[in-house]
């Protein structure tokens, strides 16, 4: 099994806060593992104060639930009764919103990156570009749904 090294976990952190500082953005970045455990959050100069903690709960959902946050979007809206108890559940609570990205390498799940500051298309464009440019995989496949890929 492999696992997301500190080193790594910087380096998403590194490249996000650059293509948000790109954008003229200000953004929080968060890197936990597979289990949703925190390796690295950064704030930097200007970026509002409740940003390290949406970064993180973004990181924690797409870990701990093996899917971008944005895919989860469907389920939280067609089960919310389900889906709010998800926040009594775990170490923090789960959203359905963009900007969380699940760290994925040779099809196995390695860890989760939240990024928060900017809208959510702004947050999920930094976090898909880092995780393309350092070469993560960004296909999941869809639940429910035989063969479609999300």
Sequence with gaps: MTKLTMAEAEALVDAAQTA??????????AVVDDGGFLLVVKRPDGARPLTPNIAIVKAYS??????????LKGWAE???GFFASLSTMGAH??????GGVTIKRDGEILGGL?????????DQEIADE???????????????VPGKRG
């Design 20 to 29: 948000a500082r790109e954008l003229g953005k200000a953004v929080s970045v």
């Design 62 to 71: 797409a870990a701990v639930m093996q899917r971008p946050t944005k895919m």
């Design 78 to 80: 067609g089960n919310p």
């Design 93 to 98: 609570p789960i959203v359905a919103t963009e």
């Design 114 to 122: 939240g990024v928060a500051g900017g809208t959510g298309d702004e």
């Design 130 to 144: 880092v995780l393309a440019a350092l070469g993560y995989e960004l296909e999941f496949q869809a639940w429910g």
